[in-house]
């Protein structure tokens, strides 16, 4: 079983009401051997659709998770409980269906894999994982950005292989 953005399945989810469906061969396959699990973890961490922007700002997912940074919205309201709810209980969810990895969506502030938002509001990208991401990382599941799905193969493959 594969952990899954919720918007990356169409659900309309992101901050602005909108989805990401991903048309990827692969993506699709794994849709249609029932692999995926959907999760969005701001909606799950209690935040509504649609919802103001939010950019981690001092640091990474990692830091928010250990107190350091703070995700905010660009009228610097402080919405990082939401986010840290949320990676729990993606962590969670992932458990309950035995998942060992994860297709997020890149550049939010949950689930950017390799790139987020500089917490500027400016648009600008920087290296770096989101909250929910460095969480399941945290605890041993793969995290594989939507536009990564030939190394998320790669991955799946050596997993049903052991």
Do not use: N
């Not at 830091?63 to 709810?85: N, P």
């Not at 060992?100 to 500027?120: F, N, Q, T, V």
């Amino acid at each position: 079983m594969i952990l899954v953005s919720a918007c990356l399945l169409g659900q309309p989810v992101r901050f602005d009401g909108t989805g990401r469906r991903s048309d990827d061969a692969l993506f699709q396959l794994w849709r249609d051997q029932g692999r995926l699990v959907p999760f969005c973890p701001e909606v799950r961490g209690g935040l509504p659709v649609p919802r103001p922007a939010a950019e981690i700002s001092g640091g990474y997912g990692e830091d928010v998770l250990e107190g350091s940074a703070r995700v905010l919205t660009r009228d610097g309201t402080d919405v990082t409980r939401y986010f840290v709810v949320g990676a729990w209980q993606a962590l969670e969810h992932a458990r309950s269906y035995a998942v060992r990895m994860a297709i997020l969506k890149e550049g939010s502030p949950s689930c950017g894999s390799l790139r987020i938002h500089d917490g500027s509001f400016g648009g600008r990208k920087v290296p770096g994982e989101g909250v929910t991401a460095a969480l399941l990382e945290r605890h041993g599941i793969a995290v594989f950005a939507e536009d990564a799905l030939e190394a998320a193969a790669a991955r799946l493959a050596e997993l049903e292989r052991t």
